[in-house]
């Protein structure tokens, strides 16, 4: 089943759009900033705060990245009017950093300092290694005036490790996660035993230098070696959090939700869905193998 369902989820951004938003349903929110509400609030009933992403990358075009900007202080009202408990991430490429590097920096700082007005914080996404030098570039420029701001950094480029001992004297917030776009050999770790370990050295030099960290993972296996290491290290639990995308392994996240642990659900929405959905799936092609399973469940509850 293992090899259908990769198959299935390779050969998805061929197949017509319905059929795609059918799979990626349980990554996706909605079309519409009510439906990342909805989808908040039942995160928020079951102990789980939230960041909220307008879903879109790669724009070339500046009144799209301004429109995007605009859609983004829309959230951060939203989320003072609606009292969730949620934050923004956001993608520097739909904020027009292919367009022009200052340009997109002007947007993010005027973004950031709107989530300041709303005692709120905003997270830059990292994207693909084309953007890994920029990416940092800006969020250092704006911790230059802002605390409330943090970036990604990715335990599968050979480059983490380095980037972090560079970071380290802003004693950054940042989320820690594996890294899902296709690098080549010379920028990324193939070996997922070597990522593995990479994540895991990355966090512990944050954690034991007093970074924040988001640490954003659903493998157990890394979920406890996070928790070895704030054992060891007898770290206040308002020093980091755990991390988990929408719709996978929500067993896991409320395991780590009922010991006590803080916990940050990634809610995307929006009609520029298609993109992140193929990519999604094709990290986690065991997402069809579910949903394949619960068709044939109801089929046959629907035959008897």
């Known amino acids: 089943m293992g090899i259908f369902n990769k198959l299935v989820a390779l050969s998805l951004p061929f ?9 990626s349903r349980p990554y996706i929110a909605g079309e519409h900033l009510s439906d990342a509400v909805r989808v908040v609030k039942s995160l928020m009933a079951e102990g789980a705060c939230a960041t909220i992403d307008v879903l879109g990358e790669e724009v070339t075009d ?3 990245a301004l429109a995007a900007l605009d859609n983004y202080i829309t959230v951060l009202n939203t989320i003072e009017e ?3 408990d949620a934050n923004i991430s956001i993608k520097l490429t739909q904020l027009g950093l292919k367009i022009d590097k200052e340009f997109c920096f002007q947007n993010v700082r005027r973004l950031v300092e709107e989530a300041r007005k709303h005692r709120n914080f905003v997270r830059i996404d990292m994207e693909d290694s084309s953007c890994t030098s920029d990416t940092l570039e ?3 420029r704006l911790r230059r005036e802002f605390d409330n701001v943090g970036t990604v950094l990715q335990a599968y480029l050979r480059r983490t490790i380095q980037d972090i001992n560079d970071l380290l004297p802003l004693k950054p ?7 899902i776009y296709v690098e080549p050999r010379e920028i990324a770790y193939k070996d997922k035993f070597i990522i593995n370990r990479n994540f895991t050295y990355a966090l ?4 034991s230098h007093g970074c924040y960290v988001g640490i954003a ?7 406890w070696e996070a928790l070895r290491i704030i054992d060891q290290l007898k770290l206040d639990r308002n020093r980091f959090e755990f991390q988990m995308l929408l719709g996978v392994d929500p067993q896991l996240r409320r395991i780590i939700i009922r010991s006590g642990y803080k916990l940050r659900v990634y809610v995307p929405f929006g009609t520029e869905w298609f993109a992140y959905s193929t990519r999604r799936l094709k990290e986690n092609p065991r997402i069809v193998g579910y949903i394949m399973q619960n068709l044939i469940d109801q089929t046959l509850g629907r035959k008897q």
Do not use: Q
């Not at 917030?173 to 890294?179: F, P």
């Open 15 to 23: 197949f017509p759009k319905p059929i795609v938003g059918f799979f």
């Open 62 to 64: 500046k009144s799209r």
């Open 82 to 84: 609606e009292k969730l």
């Open 138 to 140: 800006i969020y250092r």
């Open 173 to 179: 917030n940042l989320r820690i996660c594996k890294g």
């Open 204 to 207: 512990e030099k944050l954690l």
């Open 217 to 223: 993972t659903h493998d157990e296996k890394l979920v």
